[in-house]
């Protein structure tokens, strides 16, 4: 997705101070609040939007209610390819094919690496494109609700399309003009969204709070569940008054490309108009945040940071699955802390080694790949061999320990490893060496303003000519990486 241009002279001194109050605020770890699993959604602008797609799609088991999609568009539109997400996922300058991506949604759920689409029947989803809306177009928008309708009914569906919002999320007090598309991507059109959002998901609700919000923001601590990957090492998270003592309902917030904390300070977290419903409305609110490391501060929706990125095992999946994880557990549990230092090593083209540090007072461990347990038994020691996997594929694993009764602690940060190549490509992978301009000729690369990356990884190789040679490693079909054999 290319980048949005911001008006950094606008935001300079709101910047300033916001640096200097955010360093003085320490991340805590987040909350386990007991949270009713069966009622978690999601919604996001943007990337936001695509990635809340994946989500809904790959964790349907999870993200039950729903969810809330604004200028975001069908599941795995891009398939791996940054000319497929700046093209026919953005301009719709070719067609979707949404018939081929509901095949592979059906098929992934069959293997496994989704969730079985049948939960999505009994789902919500609000969809949301401003009329004025020219980076995600309302084509991608009608071909995302051509998407949903082969697995949600359409009396569960809302389709929004009559706005004349610029590429934002939209409130009725708060932002630039309603057709702006500029920084920081919030605009009022005297349409209350999040509200509408919330609405469709959850049913009716009581009047938000227009005053003095009564919950609390948190500044929680990222890296419990993910380091690196694009994501930033601290997140937000509000939580109702009501919330500390009743089982309240969750929504993860998902901010667009150019929005996370870094480029717009606090504002998509605090005046997108999510708060003010969720405080009288026993809603707890998740705001992950990217870093300004990935791509424009996008989430990954074509594959930036992992081949898996839509499935339950893309790393950035994996770890909001595990913050929801988190809020949904037991406050009490068993009091034992989340395992540190999770780490993969001893790969082959089937198995895995999971070795974390132990915790003072486990009598065991479980171990879960994607979210799902998958020791028989509690295990013993402090590493663990995972078999049974795929050649060449990314998979992400987080272990907690468990008191004498076998009851669970908190879950770890989740760690990421990938497979060998299969013996048909050499074991450890296939290497090429030649021109950037052989490698896109040949299908291992491709060409885009003058620069060449890599299929798969979109790894950047520099110019695209003769002269510029680079080494590619193929990991996986349709898969090249930046390295040797």
């Not at 509408?196 to 609390?216: A, K």
Request: glycine share 12%.
């Amino acid at each position: 997705m290319p980048a949005m241009k911001l008006n950094w002279k606008g935001l300079a001194a709101a910047a300033a101070m916001t640096v200097v109050a955010h360093a003085a605020t320490a991340a805590v770890p987040l909350p386990a609040l007991g949270a009713n699993p069966a009622e978690v959604s999601v919604s996001g602008l943007s990337a936001g939007g695509f990635m809340s797609v994946q989500l809904h799609v790959a964790y349907s088991a999870t993200f039950k209610r729903g969810a809330g999609v604004v200028a975001g568009g069908p599941f795995y539109c891009a398939e791996g390819s940054v000319l497929n997400a700046t093209g026919r996922c953005m301009t719709h300058s070719t067609s979707v094919p949404v018939s081929s991506l509901v095949s592979t949604t059906n098929s992934w759920a069959a293997s496994g690496t989704i969730d079985p689409v049948s939960n999505l029947s009994g789902s919500k989803v609000y969809l949301f494109s401003g009329t004025s809306d020219n980076t995600v177009k309302q084509p991608v928008m009608d071909d995302l609700k051509t998407y949903y309708q082969s697995f949600v009914p359409a009396a569960n569906t809302v389709y929004k399309n009559n706005v004349g919002a610029g590429h934002a999320m939209v409130t009725d007090d708060y932002g630039s003009a309603c057709s702006t598309t500029a920084a920081p991507y919030i605009n009022n059109c005297g349409f209350d969204l999040a509200g509408e959002i919330l609405t469709q998901l959850y049913g009716p609700l009581n009047p938000r709070n227009n005053g003095t919000l009564g919950g609390t923001f948190t500044e929680f601590n990222q890296s419990e569940f993910i380091t690196g990957h694009g994501m930033a090492a601290t997140g937000w998270l509000y939580v109702p008054q009501a919330c500390t003592t009743t089982s309240c309902r969750v929504h993860l917030v998902l901010h667009g490309c150019k929005q996370n904390y870094t480029d717009v300070s606090d504002q998509y977290v605090r005046k997108t108009g999510y708060n003010r419903w969720a405080d009288t409305n026993n809603i707890v609110l998740l705001y992950p945040q990217t870093s300004t490391a990935a791509t424009n501060s996008c989430w990954d929706w074509w594959g930036y940071d992992s081949a898996n990125y839509s499935k339950k095992s893309g790393p950035q999946m994996a770890a909001m699955k595990a913050m929801i994880d988190r809020v949904t557990g037991s406050p009490g549990g068993s009091g034992l802390p989340a395992p540190a230092g999770v780490g993969t090593s001893g790969a082959t083209s089937s198995s895995m080694v999971i070795a974390w540090s132990g915790v003072s007072g486990a009598s065991g461990y479980n171990v879960y790949r994607g979210g799902s347990k998958v020791n028989a038994a509690p295990v013993a020691a402090t590493s663990y061999t995972d078999t049974g996997l795929a050649a060449s594929t990314t998979y992400s694993w987080t272990v907690s320990a468990l008191n004498a009764s076998n009851v669970e602690g908190a879950m770890s940060g989740a760690a990421t490893g990938a497979t060998l190549a299969g013996t048909g490509t050499g074991g450890g992978g296939t290497c090429y060496t030649a021109s950037n301009y052989t490698h896109t000729i040949t299908g291992r690369a491709y060409a885009l303003y003058g620069l060449t990356y890599a299929y798969g990884s979109n790894q950047s190789m520099g110019l695209w000519n003769i002269y510029a040679t680079t080494t590619l490693k193929q990991t996986g079909p349709g898969y090249y990486v930046i390295g040797t054999c």
